[in-house]
């Protein structure tokens, strides 16, 4: 797929998308989450890092005693000021904490080291020890765990992903557009897609099966002729391939033609047998597209069924050829040229005209060359 | 009526191959998760018994020695996980296994498997509980989602309703039959778990049962309103797949966030004060009196004239007691009636923060059958809190009990004298007694009445569903 056609897919997709309700409430709902838990990590650091301030606080005016002390009198023993001498040990959140908190309520952040602290002996035993207890939690918050914009990222994120294409896709595929498409209260859609290809002569992206088959129904319900079934439509939507725009695809497809001719060959006539293929031969031969099938009729006679096409667009000369080829074979007897009347007219007009004009040029043979009338 | 389309329902959903695959998927995790908190409850307790076993022979086999000096070698108490915790561990790999129990202090509980766990555990753990709660609701969401649209879509709606069956008789037969069908699914699991359940002396077997019968109702009702609200979203969708579309959401914003919401605003709302700072108003309070106004060497002072005049003496030698272990027996529960108030106020401020899981309750249904079903398991806070009381309660008593011989056996300023584990054996070893279920729904009634509130609301609902078109 090239750039320009992932491109096109991609804007349309994005214009379709922010046209639907559930995408605008999905993304509202994820953001306003998202920044709840934003604001709830920061508020989570901020806490920790105001008891970590509130135990350096007491220790700095614990020293300052210690100090105040020593200065009046510095002659007495070390362990008076045992109860005064403390040391902080934490372990403050950084930043990217409040983005994700993880089991920081769990565990110490800020210890008071003192004599007889043990961080891991905690049951040491006597009666100098001190135990270092861990911050008080509510053990029911910690059941509950964090909202915060890890958890968003890691569980809501994935879901609103989920939501979000399950509702886009789903809904395009499973009749979304082949059955409301066609419908008018959603031609608007309908229109707007073809709109939307075929405006600045955009290249039409390779698009999926369902789409190509609804894209034919939009461009019927926009009154553009359809392709035909069986139609390669892949090969006509590859630019790379083709480069149409659609405007000239429509007027190629409004200058096709198809007519039948059916070939009698009766069993006794021997220099009838071959004559359905001799047709298709110079048919071909003057530039149409000719298939030949053959059955029996209800006398035993084989019946040649010629279906013959071609376009007005080709070269002049050949539709004059073509036409010369149908109406010769129209008066012969035993064959039957089954066409609608404008075509026949439409393809016998540049030999009408180049008959006028010989016409004009030698008035006196006008009659002679006349066809197509009586 | 009513019967009639919930028996076809039952019928059309044990032929369904899809009932029986959502009901290996969630009989397949509830096997896994009975298995894991079984080994995990069996292996805990077996552990905690013998540490419980060994902190009493260490106190009993102590060599002679002055008693309140024995009685600073301590016991533990350690918390045997209770038989319905096989069901739902509720808050028990947080709230720390043992606790050491000392004179002059009161310890914190410590060694929460949580704080030893990775992060990852915090997602929840796969128990019992967990997969009713949360998984089973998705189960069922996905059972039901088509209970009305789908008949709508496929104009058999209108068919039964030409049949004689009013659009209420449906809903409520619709129901009916999926509750059925599910409750013929979790039998065999509650069977199960009554086969299951160990037995523990401090736990009594009536009261275990009065719990799981409890436990059986609480699950049921829950799966009763799930089911409930899934018909009624059902019917209020235009197709089946608006209806799943609303019912995930729904289970997305009920099972995952309202409960991690209400939680956070509860603890945003009431902080939760610092360590440090709580044991600095403790140690305050020791020195200066519970009012503030009464230090301690005023109140030692106080006692000691108290006692004089008690044995009509003049001077601490003359006492036929000993004086320090009288101080100490009224220090520990002046220090003692310190951590009570202090704890009380801690406890106030949990109590606060929880106050917003148990309303939101009201809102969650989730939430609701979440707090019955951690209380009725034993494992919510508040039973947490009792044992917390009950060991604080058991180290006044040993300590004391240590003290009073002190007193009574030795005299004034005599910290020499040993005694031996004649003396230890005084103590009663500790014994925990699980709270009764009266008690329960005295104090924590909250969560039974969401449960109901819920079950009400459903039904109603459901009764009063309108034909909105055939």
């Known amino acids: ?374 | 009526m009513i019967t009639t389309i919930a028996r076809k329902e039952v019928r059309s959903l044990l032929r369904d191959g899809r009932f029986w695959l959502l009901a290996a998927v969630l009989l397949t995790l509830l096997g896994l998760s009975f298995v894991l908190a079984g080994q995990t409850l069996a292996r805990a307790n077996a552990e905690r018994t013998r540490a419980q076993r060994a902190s009493r022979a260490a106190w009993l086999h102590q060599t002679p020695k002055n008693p309140h000096k024995a009685a600073h070698f301590g016991n533990f108490a350690f918390r045997l996980k209770t038989p319905l915790s096989l069901f739902d561990n509720g808050l028990d790999s947080y709230t720390g296994t043992s606790v050491y129990l000392e004179p002059h202090k009161s310890d914190d509980f410590q060694f929460s498997p949580a704080a030893e766990a990775t992060g990852l555990s915090r997602f929840g753990e796969l128990t019992p509980a967990f997969v009713l709660q949360n998984i089973l609701p998705l189960l069922l969401i996905f059972l039901c989602f088509g209970a009305i649209s789908q008949e709508r879509e496929g104009g058999t709606l209108r068919l039964l309703l030409t049949q004689g069956a009013s659009f209420r008789q449906i809903a409520l037969g619709k129901a009916l039959g999926y509750w059925l069908a599910v409750a013929l699914l979790l039998l065999p699991v509650f069977g199960v778990l009554a086969l299951a359940l160990p037995r523990q002396p401090h736990a009594p077997a009536a009261d275990v049962w009065a719990r799981f019968a409890l436990l059986v109702v609480s699950y049921g009702s829950y799966a009763a309103i799930i089911i409930g609200l899934c018909v009624v979203v059902s019917a209020h969708s235009a197709t089946s797949q608006a209806a799943l579309m609303k019912l995930l959401g729904l289970w997305l914003l009920a099972g995952i966030i309202v409960p991690k919401l209400a939680s956070n605003a509860g603890s945003l709302a009431y902080r939760t004060p610092s360590q440090y700072a709580y044991a600095g108003l403790v140690r305050q309070d020791e020195k200066n009196g519970l009012d503030g106004h009464d230090p301690d060497d005023k109140r030692r002072a106080g006692l000691l004239r108290a006692v004089l005049r008690q044995y009509h003496v003049d001077t601490v030698t003359a006492l036929p007691v000993n004086f320090d272990a009288i101080a100490m027996v009224e220090s520990e529960k002046y220090t003692t009636s310190v951590y009570r108030k202090r704890m009380g106020e801690v406890r106030t401020i949990f109590r606060h923060q929880n106050q917003f899981t148990t309303l939101s309750a009201f809102l969650d249904p989730v939430q609701a059958v979440q707090t019955t079903s951690q209380a009725l398991c034993g494992t919510d806070y508040r039973q947490f809190s009792a044992f917390q009381d009950q060991a604080e309660d058991y180290r006044l008593y040993f300590v004391n009990a240590m003290n009073d011989f002190m007193a009574a056996h030795t005299k004034s300023g005599d910290w020499t004298t040993a005694f031996g584990p004649a003396v230890y054996r005084i103590i009663r070893p500790f014994d925990y007694q699980e709270p009764r279920l009266g008690w329960l729904l005295r104090h924590e009634p909250l969560g039974f009445a969401a449960l109901l509130f819920w079950l009400v609301v459903s039904g109603l609902l459901l009764f009063n569903l309108k034909l909105q078109e055939a």
């Open chain 1, 1 to 374: 797929m090239n750039g320009l056609t992932f491109s096109t897919l991609l804007a349309f997709d994005w214009r379709q998308l922010r046209r639907g309700r559930s995408f605008w409430l999905l993304t509202g709902l994820l953001l306003a989450i998202g920044g709840y838990a934003a604001l709830y990590g920061r508020g989570e650091v901020r806490e920790q890092h105001q008891k970590i301030a509130l135990l350096r606080h007491d220790i700095d005016s614990s020293m300052a005693v210690v100090q105040a002390r020593l200065r009046k009198d510095d002659t007495t023993a070390a362990w008076h000021y045992d109860d005064f001498l403390f040391a902080l040990h934490s372990n403050p959140p950084d930043g990217l904490a409040a983005l994700a908190f993880g089991q920081r309520d769990l565990h110490k952040f800020a210890v008071s080291i003192t004599i007889g602290s043990y961080f891991y002996n905690r049951y040491a035993g006597g009666y100098e020890n001190k135990t270092l207890s861990g911050e008080l939690a509510n053990p029911q918050q910690q059941f509950a765990g964090h909202l915060d914009v890890s958890f968003v990222l890691v569980f809501l994120l994935p879901l609103y992903f989920i939501l979000l294409s399950y509702n886009v896709l789903s809904s395009e595929q499973e009749g979304g557009i082949l059955g409301k498409w066609v419908k008018n209260e959603a031609a608007r859609a309908a229109e707007e897609k073809l709109k939307f290809l075929t405006e600045k002569d955009r290249p039409l992206p390779g698009l999926l099966e369902p789409d190509l088959l609804a894209f034919a129904r939009a461009a019927k319900a926009a009154d553009r002729p359809a392709p035909p079934i069986g139609f390669d439509a892949r090969a006509y939507y590859q630019p790379e391939q083709v480069g149409l725009s659609l405007t000239a695809y429509a007027a190629q497809r409004e200058a096709e033609r198809q007519l039948v001719v059916r070939v009698q060959e009766p069993v006794g006539e021997s220099q009838a047998t071959g004559r359905a293929d001799a047709l298709q031969r110079s048919l071909i031969s003057k530039g149409a597209t000719v298939s030949v099938s053959h059955t029996v009729d209800a006398q035993g006679n084989r019946v040649g069924e010629l279906t013959v096409q071609y376009s007005v667009q080709q070269p002049r000369s050949e539709v004059k050829e073509i036409s010369f080829m149908l109406d010769w074979a129209a008066k012969q007897p035993g064959y039957q040229v089954q066409e609608r009347e404008a075509d026949r007219a439409q393809r016998q007009a540049p030999g009408q005209q180049d008959a006028q004009r010989e016409q004009a040029r030698t008035p006196g043979k006008s009659q002679g060359l006349s066809y197509g009338g009586r």
